[in-house]
């Protein structure tokens, strides 16, 4: 049975036997090379002797380059300080940042000021080891004359700035009367009563109008206060007339005593029957009331 195993064809006889053939070729070759020709070395002397001084070269290079960066650190020496009054110098010898430094005196600069020395910790790079270092040496200054000449000092800055930026408008004196269709909001708010607020509204409606031919349409005004009305005359106004044959739709509806259907109406009319001649012709109108027309006279041209 075990034969079996070890039964080959005449053709797997011939390729085992060439296979030992070559396998025995190649070990008395490979011999005869390590026996007759040793290996040669993969680098010239010249080349070895080369490449040590270029390795020592750079030895000597880097030996340099670590002394020039071995700078001895500079002592730091923790004594008290105020962080409102310490110089840079002083607060540079506690170990403080460079940076620091100045993030501290740009505050300062500015007006603030550290209450506290949790305050202190606060400062934008402060970690918690510098800190706890720092904090049994931080003395805070409770000077209360200098705390109150300076919000005295702040506080007269402040008073300055705001007389010089909205200085006191002088009031008119009684029995004054003002032009409403020249003035502007400058003289209207020396009015008693009248601000900034009331003074823009008086000067917008009065360009909407066109001009005021009367001081009581600005009772069309919301919560329009009468009194004032005897600080203003609308004297000989030069109001700007509403072109009845010639303006668009939105010329004639943006009047403010006008609207769309009315502005429409117009614009039908001349559409269909040509330019309108005069204030009768839109009387005929059923979207002309009597006081719109009454309203709308003195604005109105039709050339």
Known sequence: MWKDFFYYTKSERRAILCLLFLAVVLGTGCWFVRRFNPSTPLLSETDSLEIAAFLKQVDERDSVFRTSWNVPKKKIILQPFDPNTADSITLRSLGIPAFMVRNIMKYRAKGGRFRSPEAFAKVYGMDEKLFSSLKPYIVISTDKADEQMRMSTLTDK??????DSFPRQEKLPAGSVVDVNKADTALLKRIPGIGSMWARKIVNYRNRLGGLYSVEQLAELSNWNGEWNKWLSAEAPALKPILVNKAGLDQLRNHPYM????????LEYRRKRGKIKSLSQLS???EFTEKDLSRLSPYLSFE
Not at 158 to 163: F, H
Not at 259 to 266: G, L, M, Q, V, W
């Open 158 to 163: 402040a008073e300055t700035i705001l007389r």
């Open 259 to 266: 609207d769309f259907y009315k502005a429409k109406a117009i």
């Open 284 to 286: 005929l109108f059923e």
